[in-house]
Every structure is written in structure tokens, then in C-alpha cells.
Antibody, heavy 123, light 106 residues
Framework: QVQLQESGPGLVKPSETLSLTCNVS????????WSWIRQPPEKGLEWIGY???????KHNPSLKSRVTISVDTSKNQFSLKLSSVTAADTAVYYCARGRYGGNNYYYYYMDVWGKGTTVTVSS | SYELTQPPSVSVSPGQTASITCSGDKLGDKFASWYQQRPGQSPVLVIY???KRPSGIPERLSGSNSGNTATLTISETQAVDEADYYCQAWDSSTVVFGGGTKLTVL
């Protein structure tokens, strides 16, 4: 059974870059999409972006160009970098496996989620 | 950008049926998914492709999607169903979440 585990610093200073890694165990990272989602305290879910195992990516336009998502198939993991962070980036960050497909209409949903990691932006 | 709208809260008595709606422009022309998030836990996929249930999700949970509205229906509601529920769709190659609905089982 596939399991995801997020890792990275729990505290990041304002204006610096947040870096997280998601380790995929129990299955291959190949042939799937891999997403990052975050949840600020007491708020809803916000999709950050995804990476396909081939390396192609897409991110939430609201985050502009601050997001970089990459994949390392040799290590069966993918990563998130979010630059120029502010207090508004304080959140629980989740990684998740995405399933994509369809014909005339396309679907994307996330069927396996990590436990999440809390990141606080503060000096 | 595409938006999905959910009611902030829904209340239901134990044993009754709860319906949580998710509205978006021509949402019926897209596929809707639903996630359940219990307090302090990660989200769990409960419905995908409008009306499909992942293995392990009870038949009491069902989904539908037509017109501008997707609906998650929970029949014979139990205390264990008390959670936040999020709808999600795929639009212009991006993932869109609804704002979430807190289901309270009174």
C-alpha cells in the first residue's frame, strides 16, 4: 500500500525559501501525478501544484512564480520549493498522489495523502 | 479562475440523511470529487468521478453531479461522519477546491 511522508523544516524565516520533500513508499512514483496541497490554520484546502513523474508541472496561478515542484524518480520522491515566504504561507502542507484521466471530460483527484507537516513562517 | 461554492455548515440528526452541495459554473460538465477531513487528520477521498466510492468507503456515502451542482449525500448519518467535507474539480489543468462544509451530527 502506497504511503506518503512529508519532511522539511518546521520553521522558515520571512523572505526565505520553504523546502519540503515527499517520500513515496510501497509503490513506484512512475505513471502518476503528485500534488502539494496546503491548509492554513482554521482554513480550507489550497492546491499548490503538481508534478508528473516525467517532470512536467503545473501550479496554482495565485502563487505566481514562487512555486517550484520537482521529482526524483531514482529516490521515489518529489519536492516543493516556495520562495519569498510570508506569514500567509504558514500552513499544514500535504503531499498527495493524483489520478488523471478521461476522454471528453477529464478528471483529477487525489487518492492517497500524507499526514501533513506544519510549516510556520516567523522570524 | 474557476470557483466552487459550498455552504459553511450543515447539521443533521443521527440516522437522518445529510446533503452537502457544491456549486460551480457548468460543474456537471466536469468531474467532482469529495474529501472528508476529521479534526487533526489528513483529508480522505470519499467520492471520485462524481459518484464512485474508493474501497473501504461505506455505501452510505454517495455522490451526484448535474447542471451547476454536485451533491454529497450521507444516509443514516452517524457520529463518525462529523467532519469537514471538501469538493474538488479539475478546470483548465488546475485543481480547484471548494471552501469546505462542516458537518455537525447533533
Amino acid at each position: 500500500q502506497v504511503q506518503l511522508q512529508e519532511s522539511g523544516p518546521g520553521l522558515v524565516k520571512p523572505s526565505e525559501t520553504l523546502s519540503l520533500t515527499c517520500n513515496v513508499s510501497g509503490g513506484s512514483i512512475s505513471s502518476y501525478y503528485w500534488s502539494w496541497i496546503r491548509q492554513p490554520p482554521e482554513k480550507g484546502l489550497e492546491w499548490i501544484g503538481y508534478v508528473y513523474y516525467s517532470g512536467s508541472t503545473k501550479h496554482n496561478p495565485s502563487l505566481k512564480s514562487r512555486v517550484t515542484i520537482s521529482v526524483d524518480t531514482s529516490k521515489n520522491q518529489f519536492s516543493l520549493k516556495l520562495s519569498s515566504v510570508t506569514a500567509a504561507d504558514t500552513a499544514v502542507y500535504y503531499c498527495a498522489r493524483g489520478r488523471y484521466g478521461g476522454n471528453n471530460y477529464y478528471y483529477y483527484y487525489m487518492d492517497v495523502w500524507g499526514k501533513g507537516t506544519t510549516v510556520t513562517v516567523s522570524s | 479562475s474557476y470557483e466552487l461554492t459550498q455552504p459553511p455548515s450543515v447539521s443533521v440528526s443521527p440516522g437522518q440523511t445529510a446533503s452537502i452541495t457544491c456549486s460551480g459554473d457548468k460543474l456537471g460538465d466536469k468531474f467532482a470529487s469529495w474529501y472528508q477531513q476529521r479534526p487533526g487528520q489528513s483529508p480522505v477521498l470519499v467520492i471520485y468521478q462524481d459518484d464512485k466510492r474508493p474501497s473501504g468507503i461505506p455505501e452510505r456515502l454517495s455522490g451526484s453531479n448535474s447542471g451547476n451542482t454536485a451533491t454529497l449525500t450521507i444516509s443514516e448519518t452517524q457520529a463518525v461522519d462529523e467532519a469537514d467535507y471538501y469538493c474538488q474539480a479539475w478546470d483548465s489543468s488546475t485543481v480547484v477546491f471548494g471552501g469546505g462544509t462542516k458537518l455537525t451530527v447533533l
